[in-house]
Structures are given as structure tokens and as C-alpha cells.
């Protein structure tokens, strides 16, 4: 048995899950963390993957899950993915093996790659953009990165624990960015692993029926993040420069999408201009007026 733990997490997944699942070795311990209450999802486990233990969080986003499993397992070594995922042969044992050699990595995570070609989203840099330079060939060992994205990845617990786990404000999207913003800063490695991969479908970790939902939800919740990021790490005036400029880049773009009646740019532009709002209005760091350090 490998000595390592597998955590999920989960919102409504659907049939895709039954892939990732299928594709598991035999581990120390798995955790589904479903944000969902899916009774659905918990017979399929209860029924076929008797191994795995299904755990109901409510809807309480990726921070603050990742932090419940971190509080949880016991394990030296977790394996974080997503639904959409499936591993290749010998993904975590690989990673293992890596972690003996690179001591200080906090992070190794696969290669990732979509539709059996390796994906320019494979790793990131702080500025949240893609690295897309070359990000088109597969990589002839393994690499150092700036950051990787939560598809799928395994972790030092200690190492993660050292820095405070994961900023539970982050529900989804730059939790894993700022993670490894916090290590880097530890002078921990993030490694990317050549032997290991994963193949992610994208986009696909939710059922079909869900997807308007679910898209309306990611852009919510992607600018409330990325603002909170900024908040948090850069400066007080870029952070202030960054919103006044957003804001009226979605202004200028709602009102001209109302003029030309396009329902579904309308209703994203206001979506992103709502994320500011509840931001600064309604949330713990907005009550605080915003008091920059």
C-alpha cells in the first residue's frame, strides 16, 4: 500500500468522477469532500468504491475544505485533485520516489496534460498569467515553477502547515496561487514532476445540467478572488488602481453590451461588477473599510 492520502473535492461531479476514481491506487486513505450534499455521488462511492470514504462539508469552498483534510489525515504525503482527473500509471508513485530525491519541495504535482496533449495551463506565474512561451512541448525533466493550479498535485503536509494551510477566504480559484506565493516567499520548491501525469478533461468537473449555474458561480467567484489577491499581496496603490480600472472596464463594457442587447455579455459584466460590490460591502475584509498594511 502506498503511504500517501487522496482528497477530492467535490460539487455535484456527476458520471466523470467514476473515471478518477477508477483510475486511484491503492492508497493509505481517500477522501471524497463533497461541497454539494450529493446523494447521488454518495451511493456511488457507498455502492462501488467501498474503499473511499465520502465525507458531506457543505458548501464551504476550496480553502476552507483543503484545510479540513489537512486537519484531518495523518498522512506525511496528500494527493489533491479534481473529478475531471484521471491518473495515468504510476502518477503517485512517481511523485513519491521525486519527493525522496527533491527534500525540500513542498509541492510536486504531475504534468498535466488535455485530451492527451500537454496543456499550456500546466503551471503558472504570480502575475496570474499563463506561461505560454513553450508551454507547448513536453517538458525533458523535471522543473522548478513559480506556481501550479489545484488540478492535481501532491503535498508536504508539514511544509503546508509551516506556512498556515490555505487562506480560507479563497472559495475557488487563486487558493493554489497564493499557496504557492506563501511558499516561495518559505524558499520551499514546487516542482513539476516529468514521470507523472494526469490527463484533465477541463471544465468538466461538474454535472451538464449545472453548467449556466456553475459558470455564473466561477465568474463570481474568479474577480472576487483575484481582487482579494491583489488586496493581499501588492501594494496599496497598484490595489487601488487595479479595481478603479476593472470597475470601469466592466462598466463601460455592461452598458455597451445593453446597447447592443447581448443578454449573456450583460449578465457577466454585472456579475464581475457584483463581486466588487459584495467585496467591499458585505464581506469581513470589506466591514474593515479595506485597511491596507
Known amino acids: 500500500m502506498i503511504e500517501c492520502s487522496i482528497v477530492i473535492p467535490t460539487y455535484f461531479p456527476g458520471k466523470i468522477i467514476e473515471k478518477l476514481l477508477g483510475s486511484l491506487p491503492q492508497v493509505r486513505e481517500i477522501y471524497v469532500f463533497d461541497n454539494s450534499n450529493d446523494e447521488e455521488l454518495k451511493l456511488l462511492i457507498e455502492n462501488k468504491f467501498t474503499n473511499i470514504k465520502y465525507i458531506s462539508t457543505g458548501d464551504i469552498g476550496l480553502g476552507k475544505t483543503f484545510n479540513k483534510a489537512l486537519n484531518m489525515i495523518n498522512s506525511e504525503l496528500i494527493f489533491i485533485t479534481q473529478p475531471d482527473v484521471k491518473l495515468y500509471k504510476n502518477c503517485i508513485e512517481n511523485l513519491i520516489t521525486a519527493k525522496k530525491k527533491y527534500k525540500d519541495a513542498a ?8 485530451n492527451d496533449k ?3 495551463y500546466d503551471n503558472y506565474r504570480f502575475n496570474l498569467d499563463k506561461n505560454k512561451k513553450g508551454m507547448n512541448k513536453v517538458p525533458s525533466g523535471d522543473f522548478c515553477v513559480e506556481a501550479i493550479n489545484s488540478t492535481a ?8 502547515l509551516e506556512i498556515g494551510g490555505w487562506d480560507d477566504y479563497f472559495y ?3 487558493e493554489d496561487i497564493d499557496l504557492c506565493y506563501r511558499l516561495k516567499k518559505k524558499k520551499y520548491g514546487i516542482l513539476k514532476i516529468k514521470e507523472s501525469k494526469v490527463n484533465h478533461v477541463g471544465f468538466k468537473s461538474h454535472k451538464p445540467s449545472i453548467h449556466n449555474y456553475i459558470d455564473k458561480k466561477r465568474i463570481f467567484n474568479f474577480n472576487k478572488s483575484s481582487l482579494y489577491y491583489n488586496y493581499k499581496h501588492k501594494s496599496k496603490s497598484f490595489f487601488y ?3 478603479i480600472k476593472n470597475v470601469l472596464k466592466f462598466c463601460s463594457k455592461l452598458l455597451m453590451n445593453i446597447i ?3 443578454k449573456k ?3 457577466q459584466n454585472f456579475i464581475k461588477l457584483k463581486s466588487y460590490y459584495y467585496f467591499f460591502l ?3 475584509y470589506g466591514k474593515k473599510n479595506i485597511q491596507m498594511k
Do not use: G, N
Not at 509541492?107 to 488535455?114: H, T
Not at 498535485?153 to 503546508?160: G, Y
Open 241 to 243: 488602481y487595479y479595481t
Open 282 to 284: 458585505y464581506d469581513e
Open 172 to 174: 475557488t480559484y487563486l
Open 118 to 120: 500537454y496543456s499550456i
Open 153 to 160: 498535485f501532491m503535498l508536504d503536509k508539514r511544509m503546508i
Open 265 to 267: 455579455k450583460i449578465l
Open 107 to 114: 509541492i510536486l504535482a504531475p504534468l498535466m496534460f488535455e
Open 260 to 262: 447592443l442587447f447581448r
